[in-house]
C-alpha cells in the first residue's frame, strides 16, 4: 500500500496563538519549519521536533505551504515583502496561508504580483483566544478559491473545531468576517458596560439586572458568558492586550469606510476603547472598558457569589 507524505509545513510566528498552533500540527504527524524572531522560543519548537528556517524566505522555499500568525498588518507584509521575505522564496506555485487578524489588501498585493507565479493565497483568521490554540479547538474562517481551502482541509482540522472551519467566501472574506466578530463583540462590551454602570447607580441590584437582561430580548452570548469573568473575578482578560484590540476596531472601521458603510456605533465604541487605553496603558486587557465604567461610578460591578454560564468556548477575539 502506498502512504502520501503529509505536507510539510512553514509556520512564521510563534507567539500566544502561533505557538499552541504549531503544537497541534505536529501532533498531528505534520513536519513543521518555524520561523520567530525569539530564539528561546525556537529552541522550544525544535525540542518538540520542528526545523527552524533561517529567514521567512528560507522557511518558504522548503515548505508545501507557509502559514503566518502575525500582529498587525504591517508586519505581515513586512515578513511577506522584506528583504528575505516569504515571496523571495516561495516557489511558483506555492502557497500563502494568512492566518493574522488582517485586511485585503495585504493579501490582494500579493495574489497580483504572483499572478503570473500561480502563488495561491488564502485568508484564514481565527477566534478562540490562546487556550482555543493551544486545545486546537479554533473557529477558523477561510476566505479562499473553494479547492485551494479543501486541499488545506486537514491542516486547518490540526488547528480548529471541524465543525467551526468555515469557507465564508472569496479572498478577503475570512478577514472581513474576523473583523466583523470583533467589531461586534467590542461594542457588545462597551453597550453591557455601560447598562449595568446605569442600572447599578440607579438603584438596581447587579444579579438581578442581569438576570432580567439575560431572560429578555436583549440577551447575548457576551451577557450569559463573557462578562463573568468580571462579575466573578475582576478579570479584564490580560490575554488579549487593549492595544491589540483598539487595532482591531481600527482595521474594522477601515474596513468599513472603504465599502462606503458608515459605522457611527463602531466610531464611539473606539474611542470608548481609546480613552481605557490611555488611561490604564496597552497591556491592560481587552475588558478593560469595564473599568473605566467603574470608575466613572466609583464602584466595582461584582456579583456576591461566583456564577456559571453555559458550557463552552468563550466568545472573545483572538
Known sequence: MQHTQPPRIGFIGLGSMGSGMTRNLLKAGFPVVVHDTRLEVLEEFVSLGAEVGASPAAVAAITDVVITMLPTPAIVSEVLNGADGILEGLPDGGTWIDMSTSVPAVADDVRRRGANRGIVVIDAPVSGMSVGAAMGRLQIFIGGDADHVERWRPVFEAMGDPERILHVGPHGAGYATKLMINQLWFSHLVATAEV?????????????????????????????????????????????????????????????????????????????????????????GEMTPFKLYEDLIGQSLRLDGPVDGPVGTQAVPA
Open 196 to 284: 449595568l454602570a446605569v442600572g447599578v447607580r440607579a438603584g438596581v441590584r447587579l444579579d438581578v439586572l442581569r438576570d432580567s437582561l439575560i431572560a429578555s430580548p436583549a440577551n447575548s452570548t457576551f451577557l450569559e458568558r463573557d462578562v463573568l469573568s468580571i462579575l466573578n473575578d475582576g478579570d479584564y482578560d490580560e490575554g488579549f492586550a487593549i492595544a491589540l484590540a483598539c487595532k482591531d476596531l481600527g482595521l474594522s472601521i477601515d474596513l468599513a469606510r472603504s465599502v462606503g458603510v458608515p459605522v457611527e456605533v463602531s466610531s464611539l465604541v473606539e474611542q470608548v476603547y481609546r480613552r481605557a487605553r490611555a488611561s490604564y496603558g496597552d497591556q491592560a
